[in-house]
């Protein structure tokens, strides 16, 4: 079976399935994410696939009060914050992801090198594109 394309919509169709997947470069062994036909490192376009743990530590993060249309549809606004976070994945690339089991409201509270896990938004709720989140470990 081919490569499904390295777009955004085949990586929304792998969180659907509860898979972090990234494009992986056959030629130099790098990560692109979000994946792409072609390597960021060499340029190569011999590119596969590859699933990811979805573990990692908290890079960076902002908490957000005006947030995107998805996120206003969600609930979240000037009093109900949400943290849009920077995770370092221990394969070593980073990826954008909304954080949760944090207190958003309080900022103070959250501390950049948290181990996190990947959760899958929405990954069983019929014609909703599934969304990529992170928790703290444990
Ligand atoms: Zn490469």
Redesign the pocket.
């Given at each position: 079976m081919a490569e499904a394309e390295f777009t955004a919509a085949a990586f929304n169709r792998f969180l659907k399935e509860g898979k972090l997947m990234a494009a992986r470069?056959r030629?130099?062994?790098?990560l692109a994410l979000p994946p792409r036909s072609l390597?960021p490192?060499?340029?190569?376009s011999d590119m596969e696939w590859t699933p990811l743990k979805g573990t990692g530590r908290l890079a960076a993060f902002s908490c957000i009060a005006v947030g995107s249309t998805r996120m206003v549809q969600e609930g979240y606004d000037r009093t109900n914050l949400y943290c849009s976070a920077v995770v370092d994945l221990d394969e070593g690339v980073r990826v954008s992801a909304q954080l949760l089991g944090v207190e958003a409201n309080r900022p103070e509270t959250i501390r950049v090198g948290t181990p996190l896990k990947a959760d899958y938004l929405d990954q069983d709720e019929e014609g909703k594109e599934a969304a990529l989140a992170f928790r703290p470990q444990g």
């Open positions: 470069c030629g130099c062994d790098s390597c490192n060499c340029h190569g």
